[in-house]
């Protein structure tokens, strides 16, 4: 199992935000983390990344505890936060080779890492620009690049399209898609549309508690015996929660 | 190692890449080259006043300068999710803080560098007490044209910061022209270079003075950099004020109070900084020459004290909530 997440917990002061979470994604799953605002799917993220450790609970990235071993475990996790949190002042380029020089690649292995990602996140005619003057889609193409740089084998992102245009939004899902091949995917969104056009798994969670975790084709049969469609089941489901 | 010295390295361009840096050094220099100009209106004493002055004016801007750097290179890192990306690499928080703190000294490191350049340049400018010397001083303000044209230059043609580059261009010069000007004072090579006999500062009572800023700016660093990890820049900027005001005259109040060498006394000087420690201005009046042992024990004393912060900000960085505003 690629990413396995066992018994999370997670508190804000006395706030309980994630509880009891656990959820196993393996190489070749997309798996489609939803919630409504405030579920603690960011927290959730943050705790598999390794990121911010768990109040309690286990994460293993390909079977290496990631409390044990952090180096080894981040090395074969790729993250992209929510909003594309870059550093404004590089260029692309030096952003990417800043980013796979943590990940401790040099010299012409680095180059052509660089080369590639730019590659695949179409970003090669703003590889001398400053990042601060990029669009919104190409600071989150830039984000993008920067977590499959050294091939992950977990592929972590929150909100992976948020804010991009129908173009981008299509051309990152078809890279998604691409990558599920050799990663295990978790993509974090709001957006029903997404779970739709890319996730062959869905996980619901509302009040940092799971409601559901199975096969996306699961969540429509459910939402067809309700007769409505994947909005209005995540609606019932979560209101009925909340209440 | 290679990874702590990559993120130090980063940090220290960020920091120098700061426009605000960039403005505080800049106000700085014109401050320090101005203060020959005020002396004029003292009768005697010209060379001590500028040398007050310009200490005094390095050490305030190099503590602005240590929580402004600190402010934007943390607390902005922390609360507009770039940490998040370091941190989900194969970086340690340990790695993340040491990394942090030695990028702001480095930068800081120049920041004085330049201002103590400039202080002994301003004492070479504050000939004596009718006279500057015209030369020099447009040198010294050519130095920071200089300096801006080149970071304008490197801004237009290269889309290069000109803040980074401008700081850089003056981390050469003032260095350069001091150094210069001090061989040629000491040859004897030009006339215009020659201080009054009455007000000669020599460099080996300046040097030693002007070196134990650098570790009165070290440790206002450390401390900023580990209050950055849980405050926004107003309340650290307050809370080293605050420290700064008390670190100056605690210890004259504990030695008082507890007796010199006292156990108090001695607590006193371990939990606040004491500044006065790094406050050469009466020694230099007196032309004294400082010694090696008390220059010895003030870096051990500025390494204890920095160790002990970066112990601090890694234990107020290990549960602090990274990102808040991506949430």
């Not at chain 1, 709001?190 to 508690?209: D, N, P, Q």
């Not at chain 2, 930068?107 to 103590?116: E, K, R």
């Amino acid at each position: 199992m690629m990413i396995e997440a066992e018994h999370l917990f997670k508190r804000y002061g006395t706030r309980l935000v994630v509880d009891d979470l656990s959820l196993r994604v393996n190489v070749g799953d997309v798996l489609g983390f939803i919630g409504p605002n405030g579920a603690g799917k960011t927290t959730t993220m943050k705790m598999i990344s390794g990121v911010m450790p768990p109040y309690a609970g286990k994460v293993r990235i390909d079977g290496i505890d990631i409390e044990a071993e952090p180096r080894l475990a981040k090395s074969r996790i790729g993250f992209l936060p929510e909003n594309a949190p870059l550093h404004m002042t590089m260029t692309v380029r030096a952003f990417l080779a800043y980013a796979g020089r943590l990940h401790g690649f040099h010299g012409r292995e680095l180059a052509r890492r660089v080369d590639r990602a730019m590659e695949r996140c179409a970003l090669r005619e703003a590889a001398g620009q400053e990042i601060e003057s990029l669009s919104k889609g190409y600071k989150r193409r830039v984000c993008l690049a920067q977590s499959i740089l050294h091939d992950p084998k977990a592929l972590i992102m929150d909100e992976p399209t948020d804010g991009l245009d129908p173009n981008q939004k299509r051309q990152i899902r078809e890279l998604i898609l691409s990558l599920r091949e050799e990663t295990a995917v978790i993509i974090s969104t709001h957006i029903l549309e997404e779970v739709e056009a890319v996730c062959s798994r869905v996980f619901l969670l509302c009040k940092g508690k799971t409601l559901f975790d199975g096969a996306k084709d699961e969540f429509r049969a459910k939402a067809d015996a309700l007769h409505t469609d994947l909005a209005g089941l995540f609606a019932v489901m979560t209101e009925g929660e909340q209440a | 190692m290679f990874t702590i010295f990559r993120l130090s390295m980063n940090s220290c361009r960020e920091c120098l890449r700061e426009p605000v840096f960039y403005l505080m050094l800049l106000a700085a220099l014109i401050m320090i080259g101005l203060f020959p100009y005020f002396s004029m209106f003292v009768f005697r004493q010209q060379i001590r006043l500028v040398c007050d002055s310009s200490m005094a004016t390095t050490m305030l801007f190099g503590l602005f300068a240590a929580v402004l750097c600190s402010a934007r290179t943390i607390s902005r890192e922390m609360k507009n999710g770039t940490v998040l990306l370091l941190m989900s690499k194969p970086v340690s928080r340990f790695a993340f803080v040491i990394s942090k703190v030695c990028g702001i000294l480095v930068s800081l490191t120049i920041f004085v560098l330049v201002c103590n350049a400039a202080t002994w340049l301003s004492i070479l400018i504050a000939k004596d007490q009718f006279r500057l010397s015209t030369p020099l001083l447009c040198l010294y303000f050519g130095a920071i044209c200089a300096a801006a044209l080149y970071g304008g230059i490197r801004n237009f043609l290269s889309q290069k910061s000109f803040s980074s580059n401008a700081v850089a261009a003056m981390a050469v010069l003032y260095p350069v022209i001091a150094l210069v000007t001090h061989l040629v004072r000491e040859r004897s090579l030009s006339e215009f270079l020659r201080n009054d006999p009455e007000s000669f500062m020599a460099a080996d009572i300046l040097l030693p003075a002007l070196c134990l800023l650098f570790f009165a700016v070290w440790i206002m660093g450390v401390i900023s950099s580990a209050l950055a990890t849980r405050m926004e820049i107003v309340g650290n900027l307050m809370v080293c004020l605050i420290l700064f005001i008390i670190g100056t005259v605690l210890h004259y109040f504990a030695a008082m109070m507890f007796g010199t060498g006292s156990v108090g006394a001695l607590l006193c000087t371990s939990l606040v900084p004491n500044w006065q420690l790094f406050w050469m201005a009466d020694v230099l009046a007196n032309r004294i020459h400082i010694p090696v042992s008390y220059f010895i024990w003030t870096l051990v004393y500025s390494v204890l004290y920095c160790t002990a912060w970066i112990g601090w900000a890694f234990f107020l960085f290990q549960d602090s909530e990274l990102a808040r505003d991506t949430r």
